[in-house]
């Protein structure tokens, strides 16, 4: 190791000199501690170092050792199911060495257990040729997750060596003959967390992503390998959305980043995600799952690596050909550690104190995400689907986070104070959300459902639009100034509002919803839609309609706590909303 002299001390910031063999984003052991710092500045010999543990009791004349290292993650079985901080420290074993629930400065931690016995199995042979991103066997990580042990990026050969067995982390696995002679390979790869792994194509995203969020599922989708921006006020519901996404979203790898989140909201992850069952394999969810616990009272530095960290074990997951969710709650903390870092290193601000390179630095990040074909002779394809929430100050969306965001984020699920104030979950305000998958997404649900789905999902939004435009009358002359058209619309836009979009996270029937059972949902909401206005045309009256349909509107409220299984019940609902009209219209004397 190289070494250098701390010169002066800033908080998370140390500047260094006689570094003249230090690069930038090298890896350093600062002080008597040992702690982990990045060199994140050059100037001749004088190196600024981002430490990522607390600070004090360092100081000038403190020695610095470089490792001429990035900051990588250590790849390989023993990931899944684990929860690490922000650097890749696993804290489960980090309590047991410390015997401390407070982050001790300087231990060192292997992220990966050595000890553990995995049992692989060979899918080539002694004599194949293999390239970077080629499958040679595979490890049961758990009951759903099938490790895929890969060729390294930047290597190709002939196997020479392998074998089916029990083997540890760093035990030979196999030996190829490379064109620098017989290289040995283990389990385990080692990655930097701010390069992205390559790829060999990137393609266009078109299949949904399956969230039982009716909200997002039916107006606003996004796409497997697609972008999306979660901004809102506190207690708009952002983590909330967030978690139900991780429960349920049908990827098959989730990491969920909580960067910048307070302890307990982590907390109620870590407690609550080992008890819940994946509806699609009868196990637990977080044998899925990957967590990366930053929280806000942790070093404002390694909250900045945090995400890095997250999108980089994704990447590895997506070369496997895994589907792949990423949680960051919330980047808004991982701006601000940035802006606190530019401080230090008295960069010139941007707006509101952020550095000028906010912007490309999000866009680093969201670039990561994507379908793709990965490297590898079987040209498996993978996927990543960034998802970030975003905390402006009073929910104000002008900010510079918020902004940059949706200049590369493209879905926009608008969370709404107004909303949450009124008790409606989740608070995605429907008016000023966007996604600019729908058109490409719906069009594969329609061919799935075998109907046009976008245009049942076209239709609902124009209700909710025409509702808002139509309150803004009410609340001057009067619900009774309007026409029975309209009044119907309102009827119908509540349907939309309260028994579709409004939806309990902690209700076992409606927390979670399939595509089957919304689109059941809203064709029945559609049909009494439809029948309404077809009563109205023939001779009805709205108070009439209204009160010869009471008992079918309560059916359609109850709808969303009816279970999956049951689903008949509410195509049944849809023949009785017509039976209904016809008694409607037999009353009034309408033939």
Request: glycine fraction near 10%.
């Amino acid at each position: 190791m190289k070494s250098g002299t701390i010169i002066s001390v800033s908080g998370p910031l140390v500047t260094a000199g006689g570094m003249e063999d230090a690069n930038i984003q090298d890896i350093c052991r600062v002080g008597e501690f040992g702690l982990l710092g990045e060199v994140i500045e050059m100037r001749e010999d004088v190196a600024s170092i981002q430490v990522y543990e607390e600070t004090s009791m360092i100081g000038p004349g403190d020695r610095v050792e470089v490792t001429g290292e990035p900051l990588s993650v250590e790849l390989g079985p023993g990931i899944m199911a684990q929860m690490f901080d922000g650097i890749q420290r696993p804290l489960d074993t980090f309590v047991e060495k410390t015997s401390s629930h407070y982050l001790g400065r300087g231990v060192e931690v292997n992220p990966l257990d050595r000890e553990t016995e995995w049992e692989f199995t060979k899918k080539v042979e002694v004599g194949d040729e293999v390239s970077a991103g080629d499958i040679v066997g595979v490890v049961p990580e758990t009951s759903i997750i099938e490790h895929r042990i890969m060729v390294p990026i930047g290597v190709s050969g002939t196997v020479k060596a392998i074998e089916s067995g029990t083997f540890r982390l760093e035990d030979t696995l196999y030996v190829l003959e490379t064109e620098n002679g017989e290289q040995e390979f283990t389990m385990m790869q080692k990655w930097p967390v701010r390069q992205g792994r390559p790829y060999s194509q990137k393609i266009n995203p078109v299949d949904p992503l399956v969230t039982g969020q009716r909200v997002i599922d039916s107006l606003f989708p996004v796409a497997k390998g697609g972008t999306a921006a979660i901004p809102g006020p506190f207690g708009a519901g952002k983590t909330v959305v967030q978690q139900q996404i991780a429960k349920w979203a049908d990827v098959d790898i989730v990491v969920y980043v909580g960067c910048g989140e307070r302890g307990n909201e982590m907390t109620e992850v870590i407690n609550e995600f080992p008890t819940l069952i994946d509806p699609e394999t009868g196990s637990s969810i977080m044998e899925r799952t990957i967590l990366i616990a930053n929280t806000s009272n942790m070093p404002v530095a390694a909250r900045e690596a945090s995400v890095y960290t997250g999108i980089a074990i994704a990447e590895y997951f997506r070369d496997m050909g895994y589907s792949v969710a990423v949680m960051a709650d919330s980047t808004s903390r991982w701006a601000e550690a940035l802006r606190e870092i530019s401080g230090r290193l008295e960069e010139m601000p941007g707006d509101e104190g952020y550095p000028a390179y906010l912007g490309s630095r999000l866009a680093e990040y969201y670039e990561r995400a994507g379908r793709v074909i990965t490297l590898g002779a079987d040209e498996r394809e993978g996927s990543i689907t960034a998802i970030g929430a975003v905390s402006p100050p009073g929910g104000d969306t002008s900010e510079p986070v918020t902004q940059n965001t949706l200049r590369v984020a493209k879905v926009f699920w608008g969370l709404d104070s107004s909303l949450s104030q009124r008790r409606h979950f989740p608070a995605i305000n429907w008016l000023n959300s966007y996604s600019q998958y729908s058109e490409s997404v719906n069009k594969t649900i329609g061919e799935r459902l075998g109907l046009d789905w976008d245009g049942l999902v076209n239709r609902a939004k124009l209700l909710l639009q025409d509702e808002a435009e139509l309150e803004e009358i009410v609340q001057l002359v009067g619900v009774e100034s309007l026409s029975d058209e309209d009044r119907i619309k309102l009827a119908v836009a509540r349907m939309l509002r309260v028994d579709f979009l409004q939806q309990n996270a902690f209700d076992d029937d409606d927390t979670y919803t399939s595509f089957d059972k919304q689109n059941e949902m809203l064709l029945a909401i559609l049909k009494f839609d439809d029948e309404a206005n077809r009563a109205l045309e023939l001779g009805s009256y709205f108070d009439e309609i209204m009160e010869g349909t009471q008992e079918v509107r309560e059916r359609i409220s109850r709808m969303k706590f009816i279970p999956e299984e049951d689903l008949e019940e509410i195509r049944e609902l849809r023949a009785q909303i017509e039976t209904d009209m016809r008694e409607v219209l037999q009353k009034g004397g309408v033939n």
